[in-house]
């Protein structure tokens, strides 16, 4: 079973939110929600700061307390890269998972159900690459099998200095922002 | 200096949480009262107290059987995905709280009725003969009193507990984030159907032995609260984080005058008097008592969804 990952070199990121539109018109994203965002932050005083541009959503944790949470097993790993999706036939949208989710990366549909990003997996069982990492136009997103060390993404987290997001919650986060 | 600016603005997690509203504190509430009534009513029916204390042992757990109701339904409004909510009891995950919680109200609605049964309520019981001949038979054997006694006091403490351990098992929200959650509330439910039982009964003897009962268990509040704080406060950063928002931040007050004071300190100090018979028995400390867990929930509820790691 893979254990899919992302990478993303946010030396290379300008936060032009192409990743967001994409992620709406292929998912179908309700208006008002999104699945994907951008994150500025800057650190520093000036004239010394730093500017770190960020794409984030669910980062398909290894250990994913939404999962745990889930009194009906709608949210779950699946087995075809490890990825944390969400079964709405299952969902009873209690909104444990939200108020579990360190990052707050999910949301309510409007039809009730609990969303969040899903790798595009429907697109990733066709051979494709997940809709927002096949239009950015700065190639900063890779994506790739974590458990395959040939991959550009476990090379690139092997290689490059990169941060996960509050690692110290004990999720084991799978989005990498290299640096 | 750090400073984050984000795209994202999601309903109920932007700019703090909030997914839970009126409807969890309410039913935190009345299930922590549901479980107090089964743990008083167990312990009475196993101590061989149940004639002395009839309101605790028999009416209350009637009652009971309403507010659990209540609470459910305040539970089912929450609900998102209302239709969906049979979904619940198709499986059973043994790392969720929510499913524990579940199949234990599923446990809990047949004991409170077998302990209803024990001595069926007097207007009911003239109206249906048959579940008063039922009660005799069940009363002429010892043995189903204390099969009542220990279920109620079993799935009582489960399901007190059960009322904080949802919340703390949450380690995103570090104000939930405590082992001590579960016995607040499990103490804090006790406390209120002490406080209930002193507040109906008609026996003189039951309400001055509620009364004191009740001054133990919010002796043990403060306490219980004392530990909250100060394992928050002596924890790491995020830790101290969430214990500064009851302790300067923006839900002190209501902590400390509502939830402390009025809801556990004044009622203590008056029913102190009243059980040495300094003054009399009133409703208003058991009033204060049960408002008290009310604010209790609400505050809890609502401070640990401000509470949060940082993402930087």
Redesign the interface.
Known sequence: MARFAMAIDTTRCVGC?DC?VACKTENDVPE???RD?????????FPDLRLEIRS?RCNHCDHP?CV???????SHVESFGSLVEID?????????C???????A???HP???ADKCTFCIHRLKEGLEPACVAVCPTHCMHFGDLDDPASEVSRLVAARRNHS??P???TGPRIFFLT | ??????????????PL?H??GWEIPVYLFLGGWVAGIMILSGWFLLTDRSRSVRCSCYLMPSVAIGLLSLGMGALFL?????L??W??Y??F?A?????W??WILLLVYPALVFTVLLRVPAPVAERFPALDRLSERLLSRPRWLWVAGGANIALGILLGIYTGI?LS?????PLWNSSVLGPLFLASGLSTAAAFGHMVSREVEEREILARVDNFLLGGELALFGLLLVGLATSGEVAQAAARLVLGGPYTAVFWVLVIGLGIVLPLVVQSLAVRHVIRHTVVAPLLVMAGGVALRFVIVAAG?AS?????
Do not use: F
């Open positions: 939110m967001v008002g929600l999104c965002w951008i994150v500025q932050e800057a650190r520093g005083a984030e307390p745990h949470c889930c009194p009906t097993g709608a709405p036939k299952l969902c009873i949208g209690c909104k444990a939200l108020a579990a989710c360190p990052y707050d999910r949301t309510i039809d009730g159900y997001l509050i110290e919650a004990g | 200096m750090i400073e984050l600016t984000t795209t994202r603005a999601n309903e109920l997690v932007d949480l997914v839970w929450d609900l998102e995905h209302k969906y909510v979904r619940l198709t499986t995950e790392t969720s709280p929510m499913s919680g579940s949802l098992a949450l380690g995103a929200r969804q949060q790691w940082p993402v930087l």
